[in-house]
Nanobody
Framework: QVQLVESGGGLVQSGDSLRLSCAAS????????MGWFRQAPGKEREFVAA????????YYADSAKGRFTISRENGKNTMDLQMTGLRPEDTAVYYC????????????????????WGLGTRVTVYS
């Protein structure tokens, strides 16, 4: 099984940018589609962005479109989330996860379709 570690979170001002990274180790990284989710205090975990195993297909939540960019480098076993124009409502713990490898990548926004999760990295945006 793959292990995931997120990094790159921090305390930033509204309008700033952050780049989150997800480093994978263990099982072959390239078999997995991947996703980013976030969870704000008192709220449910929500989908942010997802990427297919080869990076050809990318999907975003409406809240992330135009501001966030998901990418991956299979040769380095990493996946990133570049976030720009951050807002206070982006404040949350951000998690990366691997999509169930035997299922079609059509339920990418459903957290139940993801099997392995990192521990998260905290992003706090102040106005």
């Amino acid at each position: 099984q793959v292990q995931l570690v997120e990094s790159g979170g921090g305390l930033v001002q509204s309008g700033d940018s952050l780049r989150l990274s997800c480093a994978a180790s263990g099982r072959t990284f390239t078999i997995y589609a991947m996703g980013w989710f976030r969870q704000a205090p008192g709220k449910e975990r929500e989908f942010v962005a997802a990427i297919s195993w080869n990076g050809a297909d990318k999907y975003y939540a409406d809240s992330a479109k135009g501001r966030f960019t998901i990418s991956r480098e299979n040769g380095k076993n990493t996946m990133d989330l570049q976030m720009t124009g951050l807002r206070p409502e982006d404040t949350a713990v951000y998690y990366c996860a691997t999509y169930l490898p035997t299922y079609p990548f059509d339920r990418y926004s459903d957290y139940a379709m993801y099997e392995t999760w990192g521990l998260g990295t905290r992003v706090t945006v102040y106005s």
